[in-house]
C-alpha cells in the first residue's frame, strides 16, 4: 500500500536550508540518485531498510536515520521520522571515514534538539522532477 510522507528540510536561525545546500553541492548524476532514494522515502512504507536506510541504535542517537547513496562517493543525509509519519532532512554530508559519521551525527542531533526547542524551523522540501 503506498503512502504519502511530508518531506520537510530543517532551516536554520539564518534562514539557510544546509541539507538543499548540501543537495545543490552534488554532481548532477548524484543530485538525481539522491532525490530518486528521497522520492521512494516519501512513499514507499517499507524503505527503512538496508541499501537504502540505516537506523542509529545508540540511546544518544536513537530516532536518527541516514539516508544513502553512492555514486563515486559515498553521500549520506540524516533525518528524524515525526509521529505524524513526517521526514525532515536535517544534516548532509560525504562520508570518508567513521570519524565523518560521528561529527555528522553530533550536528544532526543538535539541529534536530534546536527544532523541538523552537529555535529553528522547517520548510516543505520539494523534489525536483528528474529524468532517472
Not at 516519501?42 to 544518544?60: M, S
Not at 559519521?101 to 522547517?122: F, G, I, P
Request: proline share 5%; charged share 25%; aromatic share 10%.
Amino acid at each position: 500500500m503506498p503512502c504519502k510522507r511530508n518531506l520537510y528540510s530543517y532551516i536554520n536561525a539564518c534562514g539557510e536550508n544546509p541539507v538543499a545546500d548540501y543537495i545543490n553541492k552534488l554532481e548532477p548524476k548524484h543530485q538525481a540518485k539522491v532525490f530518486h532514494v528521497l522520492q521512494l522515502l516519501q512513499n514507499q512504507p517499507d524503505i527503512f531498510h538496508p541499501p537504502y536506510v540505516k537506523a542509529f541504535r545508540t540511546e544518544r542517537y536513537k530516532g536518527i536515520y541516514e539516508l544513502r547513496t553512492r555514486i563515486r562517493q559515498m553521500s549520506r543525509i540524516l533525518f528524524v521520522c515525526t509521529n505524524d509519519n513526517s521526514i525532515i532532512l536535517l544534516h548532509g554530508f560525504i562520508k570518508t571515514h567513521n570519524r565523518t559519521t560521528e561529527q555528522a551525527l553530533e550536528q544532526a542531533r543538535s539541529r534536530w534538539l534546536a527544532l523541538t526547542s523552537e529555535n529553528a524551523s522547517k520548510t516543505e522540501f520539494l523534489i525536483r522532477r528528474q529524468n532517472y
